[in-house]
Nanobody, 121 residues
Framework: QVQVVESGGGLVQPGGSLRLSCTAS????????MGWYRQAPGKQRELVAE???????NYVDSAKGRFTISRDDAKKSVHLHMNSLKPEDTAVYYC???????????????WGQGTQVTVAS
């Protein structure tokens, strides 16, 4: 059983910074893409940033230039550095890990429980 645990959320003033971390544990053969999603009240969950096993990254337009995603494969971790935070970044942030099954090479996705990020003065 693979588990994903996030940390690092909290309350920050506009213009501030936060660092979210996510670590996967359990029996893991390999990990493909690792990503961060967010869901604000009354809105659909959206992709914020993702990083592939080859270290290619993808960001939602609103995060470009402000957020940086990175991964540490040895620790099975992914981090999201968020700078110049805005009130509209307020949401629950979820980590998603694409775990590869051995032999079949199929992947399945594991979600974390979410961590609240609130940007307010």
């Amino acid at each position: 059983q693979v588990q994903v645990v996030e940390s690092g959320g909290g309350l920050v003033q506009p213009g501030g910074s936060l660092r979210l971390s996510c670590t996967a544990s359990g029996t893991i053969y390999s990990i493909n893409t690792m990503g961060w999603y967010r869901q604000a009240p009354g809105k659909q969950r959206e992709l914020v940033a993702e990083v592939t096993s080859g270290a290619s990254t993808n960001y939602v337009d609103s995060a470009k230039g402000r957020f940086t995603i990175s991964r540490d494969d040895a620790k099975k971790s992914v981090h999201l550095h968020m700078n110049s935070l805005k009130p509209e970044d307020t949401a629950v942030y979820y980590c998603n890990v694409a775990v590869v099954r051995p032999l079949t090479w199929n992947e399945y996705h594991v979600w974390g429980q979410g961590t609240q990020v609130t940007v307010a003065s």
